[in-house]
């Protein structure tokens, strides 16, 4: 659904149907494509009527997408975050997918790079789109990170205490924690 969001309260113009829990959006001049979670699937939206929006492809992508963004030296690449389908999880196994468009030709085929991970999330482009970064859900080594404030109420490091030295400069910390199955 498309609102202006100009007043006070917004006020819907116009709407279309997309593939099946649409949870994501990146805008690239009158398109907007949208991440559909369950139909595996990205809508391209022509908005340039934004009162009679349409969808002008729809492309199959991996397993469950999640995450887009717009990127490349000149906001030409859209960038789709999913995970690769059928895979069991084999150790040493690539899992995590990005699909990569033109936002000029999103009907060209796609390239695909593949990341060590089970499922990206969020994907951020560098202000000068020469870089794409992935959140991966789950790493693959089965760890994350840590709060320095919360490792020391979960028990994994002991309090630290640093005299005389102002608090600004005190240098953030963590723990790398390895997440533990419970049967």
Do not use: C
Request: proline share 7%; glycine share 8%; no cysteine.
């Amino acid at each position: 659904e498309i609102f202006d969001a100009q007043g006070e309260i917004p006020r819907s113009l116009g709407e279309t149907t997309v593939g099946l829990r649409p949870v994501a959006l990146a805008v690239s001049g009158n398109a907007v494509w949208v991440v559909n979670h369950l139909s595996d699937s990205v809508s391209v939206v022509d908005v340039s009527n934004p009162r009679r929006p349409r969808v002008v492809h729809t492309l199959q992508v991996g397993d469950e997408p999640r995450g887009i963004v717009i990127s490349g030296l000149k906001h030409d690449h859209v960038f789709v975050a999913a995970a690769r389908r059928g895979e069991n999880l084999t150790p040493g196994i690539d899992r995590a997918e990005i699909w990569i468009f033109e936002t000029m030709r999103p009907q060209a085929p796609a390239k695909i790079l593949t990341l060590f991970g089970t499922k990206p999330r969020a994907l951020a482009a560098s202000a000068d789109g020469r870089y794409v970064y992935a959140a991966v859900f789950l790493s693959g080594n089965g760890t994350t990170t840590v709060s320095g404030e919360d490792a020391v109420r979960l028990g994994l490091t002991p309090r630290m205490y640093i005299d005389r030295v102002p608090y600004a400069a005190i240098p953030k910390q963590g723990a790398i924690v390895r997440r533990i199955s419970r049967q």
